[in-house]
């Protein structure tokens, strides 16, 4: 099955950027989605990116990916310390079973440093 | 327009126990997944309604089932409560199968 892959812990600066990275294994992957959780919480939509395109950028958030090596980032402009959080990257598939899943990793534990 | 909801917040249960939590999708959406999250993981794919028919299931014994409603509401039954469900179940709901999912705030289960 999928499997994703994700450093567990960044740290940076307020008003740095912020650059998550995420490797995963299907390449039939048709959506590409990326959570936030902030603690206690559930999960926020933060932005997708379809398979076809190569970036995508929504106000402060940039997608890349790149198809053949099977590699997603998100890069969060400007970061504040409102964007501490745990970021999940989650290819979107097919199961072979008839359903549509995420596959999460264990996600990137964001801290902003003030 | 209402998100997603889940109920109750938190629960407390025994081994042996059964559960039942609940799920009222966003206005709309026909289709609604369970995840289930222990403690420092991400979630894990637990199943998926889509038109109150299972539509697919991940690695979870059938002690795990669900249910879908005609208003596309949902429950998750768990039955012979484990020390190991211990966890924050998450439900989200999506326009359609392959639409994005949008995710409710969660039950944070504890098996005592």
């Known amino acids: 099955g999928e499997d994703v892959e994700q450093s567990l812990f960044l740290s940076v600066r307020e008003g740095d950027s912020s650059v998550i990275n995420c490797t995963y294994t299907?390449?039939?992957?048709?959506?590409l989605y990326w959570y936030k959780q902030e603690p206690g919480a559930g999960l926020q939509l933060l932005t997708y990116i379809f398979s076809n395109m190569d970036m995508k950028q929504d106000q402060r958030l940039t997608v890349l990916l790149n198809k053949k090596d099977k590699h997603l980032s998100l890069r969060i402009a400007d970061t504040q310390t409102g964007d501490s959080a745990i970021y999940f990257c989650?290819?979107?598939?097919?199961?072979?079973?008839?359903?549509?899943?995420?596959?999460f990793g264990k996600g990137t534990k964001l801290s902003v440093i003030p | 327009e209402t998100g997603v909801t889940q109920s109750p917040t938190h629960l407390i249960k025994t081994r042996g126990q059964q559960v039942t939590l609940r799920c009222s999708s966003q206005s709309g959406h026909n289709t609604v997944s369970w995840y289930q999250q222990a403690l420092g993981q991400g979630p894990q794919f637990i199943f998926q309604?889509?038109?109150?028919?299972?539509?697919g299931r991940g690695n979870f014994p059938p002690r795990f089932s669900g249910l879908q409603f005609p208003n596309y509401s949902s429950e998750l039954n768990v039955n012979a409560l484990e020390l190991d469900d211990s966890a924050l179940y998450l439900c989200a709901s999506s326009l359609g199968l392959y639409n994005e999912q949008f995710f409710g705030p969660g039950t944070r289960l504890t098996v005592l």
């Open positions: 299907d390449s039939s992957s048709t959506y």
């Open positions: 309604y889509y038109r109150e028919e299972e539509n």
């Open positions: 989650a290819p979107g598939g097919d199961s072979g079973a008839g359903s549509y899943q995420l596959t």
